[in-house]
């Protein structure tokens, strides 16, 4: 096996669904093309890739030059980046193998496990084969999947596995899209400067720091959620939306 971790189960957010009966196991890729081999997060807005918590937050933005510095983290999600657009098969193969471990792991602990996919990217797994032809969660029906995306075709997909949850995220760009998956009943998350609001774009907003565990949400709701990394907090891009907020 090329990783020995693969998934990562202790970051700040993936920690905080303990408490709630959870193993939350994400897998970080280098976001849309800083791996140098393609693009992974194609719906990204310019104002999302310049605040990427891939890049510019926790222990990938422990480098002393934030925009080309490099580091143990930033270079495992390079080399994962680099090896799915270079050798698909063998890179779901690898996935695969964690996400039993993952099982196993979440067993032992007693507690249900939760994956996330795409941490810093944003890639159709629902529809990327295994080695045995399936999805990965055709390929374990019993694991609940979530994750958040700005493709709002695979939010209204029909075709999507039903253990597969996907919020879809706003950005400075796709505010139609994200009117349409409200109104399709869907959640959309809202990155929140000023603190997180009680209503926004007609919907009420539920507070989306508590954990990571988008399943549990209702819906139609707006996730609110606060900047993360110091380029964030500064946003004026637009994709952090600041007070006032309106409706």
């Known amino acids: 096996m090329r990783?020995?971790?693969?998934?990562?189960?202790?970051?700040?957010?993936?920690?905080?669904?303990?408490?709630?009966?959870?193993?939350?196991?994400?897998?970080?890729?280098?976001?849309?093309?800083?791996?140098?081999?393609?693009?992974?997060?194609?719906?990204?807005?310019?104002?999302?890739?310049?605040?990427c918590l891939g890049m510019y937050s926790g222990q990938a933005a422990m480098v002393s030059d934030l925009e080309h510095g490099i580091n143990a983290v930033r270079e495992s999600r390079i080399a994962k980046s680099q090896w799915f657009m270079s050798d698909r098969a063998a890179f779901m193969a690898e996935m695969t193998d964690h996400v039993r471990a993952m099982t196993r792991k979440a067993q032992r602990e007693n507690k249900a496990l939760v994956v996330r996919p795409n941490g810093s990217s944003d890639l159709s797994f629902e529809y990327i084969r295994t080695d045995n032809g399936q999805s990965l969660p055709i390929r374990f029906p019993m694991i609940q999947f979530v994750d958040y995306t700005k493709n709002l075709k695979r939010v209204l997909s029909p075709a999507r596995p039903a253990n597969y949850h996907l919020t879809f995220s706003l950005s400075e760009t796709n505010r139609g899209d994200a009117l349409a998956a409200l109104a399709a009943g869907f959640n959309v998350a809202v990155v929140f400067g000023d603190g997180i609001p009680a209503k926004y774009l007609g919907h009420d907003v539920i507070d989306g720091t508590q954990h990571d565990l988008r399943h549990l949400d209702p819906s139609p709701v707006i996730v609110g959620l606060d900047p993360k990394g110091a380029k964030a907090k500064r946003d004026t891009t637009g994709f952090v939306v600041r007070r006032p907020y309106g409706g």
């Open 3 to 51: 990783f020995t971790k693969f998934f990562s189960t202790d970051s700040a957010k993936a920690i905080k669904a303990e408490k709630f009966g959870y193993l939350n196991a994400i897998n970080y890729m280098a976001p849309h093309s800083t791996g140098g081999a393609g693009d992974l997060c194609p719906h990204s807005s310019a104002g999302c890739r310049s605040l």
